[in-house]
Protein backbone atom coordinates (compact mmCIF):
# COMPACT_ATOMS: atom_id res chain seq x y z
CA UNK A 1 0.00 0.00 0.00
CA UNK A 2 2.73 2.16 0.94
CA UNK A 3 3.95 2.04 -2.94
CA UNK A 4 0.76 2.67 -4.36
CA UNK A 5 0.49 5.81 -2.01
CA UNK A 6 4.10 6.47 -2.86
CA UNK A 7 3.03 6.95 -6.80
CA UNK A 8 -0.09 8.26 -6.16
CA UNK A 9 -2.15 5.66 -7.69
CA UNK A 10 -5.44 6.27 -6.24
CA UNK A 11 -7.10 3.14 -7.42
CA UNK A 12 -4.41 0.87 -6.25
CA UNK A 13 -4.11 2.22 -2.96
CA UNK A 14 -8.02 1.69 -2.92
CA UNK A 15 -8.05 -1.95 -3.79
CA UNK A 16 -5.18 -2.13 -1.28
CA UNK A 17 -6.84 -0.83 1.13
CA UNK A 18 -9.94 -2.92 0.51
CA UNK A 19 -6.93 -6.20 0.35
CA UNK A 20 -5.27 -5.31 3.64
CA UNK A 21 -9.14 -4.91 5.14
CA UNK A 22 -9.98 -8.32 4.68
CA UNK A 23 -6.17 -9.13 5.88
CA UNK A 24 -6.96 -7.52 8.94
CA UNK A 25 -10.50 -8.61 9.44
CA UNK A 26 -9.33 -12.67 8.89
CA UNK A 27 -6.74 -12.42 11.52
CA UNK A 28 -9.33 -10.77 13.43
CA UNK A 29 -7.75 -7.47 13.47
CA UNK A 30 -11.23 -5.75 13.98
CA UNK A 31 -10.88 -2.15 14.31
CA UNK A 32 -7.88 -2.23 11.90
CA UNK A 33 -10.33 -3.98 9.39
CA UNK A 34 -12.87 -1.33 9.79
CA UNK A 35 -10.86 1.43 9.47
CA UNK A 36 -9.03 0.62 6.35
CA UNK A 37 -12.00 -0.87 5.01
CA UNK A 38 -14.03 2.25 5.64
CA UNK A 39 -11.22 4.30 4.17
CA UNK A 40 -11.52 1.92 0.74
CA UNK A 41 -15.37 2.19 0.66
CA UNK A 42 -15.02 6.07 -0.10
CA UNK A 43 -13.23 5.59 -3.32
CA UNK A 44 -15.79 2.80 -3.90
CA UNK A 45 -19.32 4.27 -3.47
CA UNK A 46 -19.94 4.83 -7.86
CA UNK A 47 -19.27 1.47 -8.14
CA UNK A 48 -19.76 -1.95 -7.06
CA UNK A 49 -17.03 -2.88 -4.87
CA UNK A 50 -19.03 -0.83 -2.58
CA UNK A 51 -21.17 -3.96 -1.97
CA UNK A 52 -17.93 -5.65 -0.75
CA UNK A 53 -16.88 -3.18 1.53
CA UNK A 54 -20.40 -3.49 3.35
CA UNK A 55 -20.86 -6.90 3.71
CA UNK A 56 -17.24 -7.23 5.00
CA UNK A 57 -18.20 -4.05 7.38
CA UNK A 58 -21.31 -6.04 8.06
CA UNK A 59 -19.05 -9.46 9.27
CA UNK A 60 -16.80 -7.11 11.29
CA UNK A 61 -20.20 -5.74 13.02
CA UNK A 62 -20.99 -9.37 13.52
CA UNK A 63 -17.83 -10.61 14.42
CA UNK A 64 -17.74 -7.47 17.20
CA UNK A 65 -21.11 -8.33 18.63
CA UNK A 66 -22.87 -5.65 17.28
CA UNK A 67 -26.17 -7.29 15.57
CA UNK A 68 -28.00 -4.88 14.63
CA UNK A 69 -25.51 -2.96 12.77
CA UNK A 70 -24.33 -6.16 10.89
CA UNK A 71 -28.01 -6.32 9.77
CA UNK A 72 -28.16 -2.95 7.95
CA UNK A 73 -24.82 -3.39 6.65
CA UNK A 74 -25.55 -6.87 5.24
CA UNK A 75 -28.60 -5.34 3.56
CA UNK A 76 -27.10 -2.48 2.11
CA UNK A 77 -24.45 -5.02 0.35
CA UNK A 78 -27.45 -7.05 -0.94
CA UNK A 79 -29.50 -3.92 -2.22
CA UNK A 80 -25.94 -2.95 -4.14
CA UNK A 81 -25.10 -6.75 -5.35
CA UNK A 82 -29.26 -6.23 -7.11
CA UNK A 83 -28.42 -2.85 -8.53
CA UNK A 84 -25.21 -4.79 -10.07
CA UNK A 85 -26.26 -8.33 -10.47
CA UNK A 86 -23.59 -9.52 -9.05
CA UNK A 87 -24.37 -13.24 -8.55
CA UNK A 88 -20.95 -13.69 -6.76
CA UNK A 89 -21.70 -10.44 -4.25
CA UNK A 90 -25.22 -12.04 -3.37
CA UNK A 91 -23.06 -15.25 -2.12
CA UNK A 92 -20.90 -13.18 0.11
CA UNK A 93 -24.12 -11.51 1.30
CA UNK A 94 -26.06 -14.70 1.97
CA UNK A 95 -22.97 -16.52 3.88
CA UNK A 96 -22.98 -13.36 5.70
CA UNK A 97 -26.85 -13.57 6.77
CA UNK A 98 -26.55 -17.18 7.26
CA UNK A 99 -23.44 -16.31 10.17
CA UNK A 100 -25.42 -13.40 11.39
CA UNK A 101 -27.84 -16.00 12.18
CA UNK A 102 -26.55 -18.41 13.59
CA UNK A 103 -24.88 -15.50 15.97
CA UNK A 104 -28.43 -14.95 16.68
CA UNK A 105 -29.57 -18.61 17.79
CA UNK A 106 -31.63 -18.89 14.39
CA UNK A 107 -29.89 -22.22 13.34
CA UNK A 108 -32.31 -23.33 10.73
CA UNK A 109 -32.17 -20.07 8.98
CA UNK A 110 -28.66 -20.53 9.04
CA UNK A 111 -28.31 -23.61 7.61
CA UNK A 112 -31.06 -22.59 5.44
CA UNK A 113 -29.24 -18.90 3.77
CA UNK A 114 -25.69 -21.07 3.55
CA UNK A 115 -27.67 -23.55 1.69
CA UNK A 116 -28.95 -20.63 -0.74
CA UNK A 117 -25.19 -19.35 -1.04
CA UNK A 118 -23.34 -22.87 -1.58
CA UNK A 119 -26.35 -23.87 -4.19
CA UNK A 120 -25.56 -20.64 -6.08
CA UNK A 121 -21.86 -20.64 -5.77
CA UNK A 122 -22.37 -24.40 -7.42
CA UNK A 123 -24.16 -22.58 -10.58
CA UNK A 124 -22.38 -19.81 -10.98
CA UNK A 125 -18.56 -21.53 -10.35
CA UNK A 126 -17.56 -19.51 -7.98
CA UNK A 127 -15.97 -21.54 -4.65
CA UNK A 128 -16.22 -20.07 -1.64
CA UNK A 129 -12.04 -18.32 -0.89
CA UNK A 130 -10.47 -19.90 1.77
CA UNK A 131 -10.32 -17.28 4.04
CA UNK A 132 -13.75 -16.45 3.43
CA UNK A 133 -14.64 -20.10 4.69
CA UNK A 134 -12.82 -19.88 7.57
CA UNK A 135 -15.12 -16.99 8.88
CA UNK A 136 -18.21 -18.88 7.92
CA UNK A 137 -17.49 -22.25 9.18
CA UNK A 138 -17.25 -21.50 13.01
CA UNK A 139 -20.98 -20.05 12.86
CA UNK A 140 -22.25 -23.32 10.68
CA UNK A 141 -20.78 -25.77 13.24
CA UNK A 142 -22.17 -23.52 15.75
CA UNK A 143 -25.57 -24.13 14.15
CA UNK A 144 -24.89 -27.79 12.90
CA UNK A 145 -24.13 -28.74 16.92
CA UNK A 146 -27.54 -27.19 18.07
CA UNK A 147 -29.64 -28.82 15.31
CA UNK A 148 -28.30 -32.29 15.16
CA UNK A 149 -26.75 -33.13 11.73
CA UNK A 150 -30.01 -34.28 10.26
CA UNK A 151 -32.00 -31.53 11.40
CA UNK A 152 -29.29 -29.27 9.88
CA UNK A 153 -29.03 -31.34 6.56
CA UNK A 154 -32.70 -30.61 6.15
CA UNK A 155 -32.63 -27.09 6.72
CA UNK A 156 -29.33 -26.76 4.30
CA UNK A 157 -31.31 -28.82 1.50
CA UNK A 158 -34.43 -26.47 1.87
CA UNK A 159 -32.16 -23.36 1.47
CA UNK A 160 -31.20 -25.12 -1.99
CA UNK A 161 -34.61 -25.39 -3.06
CA UNK A 162 -35.99 -21.33 -2.35
CA UNK A 163 -36.60 -19.52 -4.80
CA UNK A 164 -34.95 -16.72 -5.69
CA UNK A 165 -37.24 -14.01 -3.92
CA UNK A 166 -37.81 -16.12 -0.73
CA UNK A 167 -34.13 -16.54 -0.28
CA UNK A 168 -33.65 -13.17 -0.54
CA UNK A 169 -36.65 -12.14 1.90
CA UNK A 170 -35.48 -15.17 4.12
CA UNK A 171 -32.30 -13.69 4.25
CA UNK A 172 -33.14 -10.08 5.23
CA UNK A 173 -35.67 -11.22 7.99
CA UNK A 174 -34.61 -10.70 11.39
CA UNK A 175 -36.47 -12.34 14.34
CA UNK A 176 -35.55 -11.51 17.84
CA UNK A 177 -33.03 -13.75 19.26
CA UNK A 178 -33.68 -15.84 22.07
CA UNK A 179 -29.77 -15.16 23.01
CA UNK A 180 -26.64 -15.12 21.45
CA UNK A 181 -23.67 -17.20 20.74
CA UNK A 182 -20.09 -16.45 20.13
CA UNK A 183 -18.32 -19.47 18.22
CA UNK A 184 -15.63 -20.16 20.77
CA UNK A 185 -18.46 -21.14 22.82
CA UNK A 186 -18.30 -24.65 20.85
CA UNK A 187 -15.92 -27.36 20.18
CA UNK A 188 -15.81 -28.01 16.91
CA UNK A 189 -18.26 -30.94 15.77
CA UNK A 190 -15.26 -32.23 12.75
CA UNK A 191 -18.54 -32.43 10.41
CA UNK A 192 -18.61 -31.24 6.81
CA UNK A 193 -21.67 -29.21 5.03
CA UNK A 194 -24.04 -31.56 3.76
CA UNK A 195 -23.77 -32.65 0.52
CA UNK A 196 -26.17 -30.68 -1.70
CA UNK A 197 -29.26 -31.89 -3.40
CA UNK A 198 -29.94 -33.13 -6.40
CA UNK A 199 -32.61 -29.96 -6.55
CA UNK A 200 -30.69 -27.04 -7.18
CA UNK A 201 -32.73 -23.90 -8.96
CA UNK A 202 -29.98 -22.41 -10.44
CA UNK A 203 -28.11 -25.36 -12.27
CA UNK A 204 -29.93 -23.58 -15.35
CA UNK A 205 -27.85 -20.19 -15.02
CA UNK A 206 -25.18 -19.57 -17.80
CA UNK A 207 -21.81 -18.53 -17.06
CA UNK A 208 -21.12 -15.03 -17.97
CA UNK A 209 -18.22 -13.14 -17.45
CA UNK A 210 -17.62 -12.07 -13.70
CA UNK A 211 -20.15 -14.00 -12.88
CA UNK A 212 -22.58 -10.60 -13.16
CA UNK A 213 -25.32 -12.00 -15.01
CA UNK A 214 -27.16 -15.03 -13.70
CA UNK A 215 -30.39 -14.61 -16.36
CA UNK A 216 -32.87 -17.73 -15.27
CA UNK A 217 -32.14 -17.20 -11.66
CA UNK A 218 -32.48 -13.22 -11.77
CA UNK A 219 -34.59 -12.28 -14.19
CA UNK A 220 -33.84 -8.41 -14.04
CA UNK A 221 -30.10 -8.80 -13.86
CA UNK A 222 -28.20 -6.95 -16.52
CA UNK A 223 -27.48 -9.96 -19.43
CA UNK A 224 -23.61 -10.24 -19.99
CA UNK A 225 -22.97 -12.27 -23.43
CA UNK A 226 -21.12 -15.09 -22.73
CA UNK A 227 -20.15 -18.70 -24.14
CA UNK A 228 -21.68 -21.32 -21.77
CA UNK A 229 -19.30 -23.37 -19.46
Not at 38 to 62: F, Q, S, T
Not at 84 to 106: K, N, P
Not at 170 to 181: E, G
Request: with cysteine.
Amino acid sequence: MAVAEGVLDADLTTDWLFIGGQIEMCEGRLNDARNMIDRAMVNYAAGPMLGYCLVNLGVIARERGDYLEAQSLLNRGLESAERFGDMTLVAHALEGFACLAAAEAEHERAMCLAGVAAALREAIGAPIPPTWSRLLTPWLEVSRATLGNAPAAAAWHTGQALPLQQALAHARARSAPSFQVRPQQFLAVGVGAPNPGKTNPFRSCSHPANWRSCVAWWPDAPTVESPRT
